[in-house]
């Protein structure tokens, strides 16, 4: 968290447009993401690296800012925020980071929903959810962007979490990732955008619509049933229960979702069940290294104590996908 937020206001005050009206920076969020904060007098929005430490690579700033200014030129890429200035000199507030527009709306909590989420209708809910599928479907239309680098495959990328799971001592789920990785995965055509973290509460919404998407922390040039997979995570299966927004009345069920990604995408989805275990696995690998932060006394934030006391239902989950899917 930023030490100085007087300083940081005077040093903005003097770097960007308009800086003058700047009248002071408000945290808005900190912690293992990136931290953001308020510039408040022109309502723009300052990113910079968690101060914590970053739990995963892809917390370069600098490079996110990349990201949205290249999804901004794109026919067809979704709405992003305007970067306003994107500085690479640690000097200069400690750290490298980026200034963007403020977009309009709100984004749904994880948990603590909205009042205007849980007391819409049950069409208001549904048609959230129809344009929070359609959103990340159409990334799987988009070419692969440079600024994501190299294509990665659906393996590669499964091995990089195996690895991180590796590292934070997760004997099993490293075990589990062998048994994902004996099955080459399905592809559903050529490599595209994948956003990588397609959870309901990165996209930001305006009256119903989606005003924003965020968080492209994760992102890479892949296999676009990777983003299928991880939303399918918050719809029950057989496997697992539904997450909190999802259990709202309203919102489909799983064969909606696919098949609206399907009509989207202009793809098939035969085959996301290896994906989704992938993403299980990936969200299970984060999981498994906030818990060894945890039990190793890196880091005191009580978040991951919810880590700690939920990596056995993670792990669980995807033995049991495992063992249904026959691998």
Known sequence: MIADLDRTAATLREMLPGGRAVTGIRPLTTGFSNETYLIEGIDLILRLPPSAGAMLDGHDVIAQAAIYRELGSPLGAPPVPEIVLSCEDASVLGTPFFVMARVPGESIHDIDLQPWFVEGSDDFRRGICRRWVSAFAGLAKLAPLDVLGRVVSPEDDARMWQAFARAANSVQLVEQFDRLLAVPAPLSGPPAVVHGDTKLSNLMWQDGEVSAVLDWEMALNGEPLADLGYMLYGFESAWHGPTTPQKQP????????????????????????????????????????????????????????????NLDYYLGVMRAMLDGGGF
């Open 250 to 309: 309203g919102m489909p069920g799983r064969d909606q979702v696919i098949a609206w990604w399907e009509e989207v995408s202009g793809r098939s989805a035969e085959g996301v069940f290896w994906h989704e275990i992938a993403q299980i696995a990936k969200i299970t690998a984060i999981i498994a290294e906030g818990t060894n932060m945890w039990v190793t006394g890196r880091s005191q934030d009580p978040k991951l104590a919810y880590f700690a006391k």
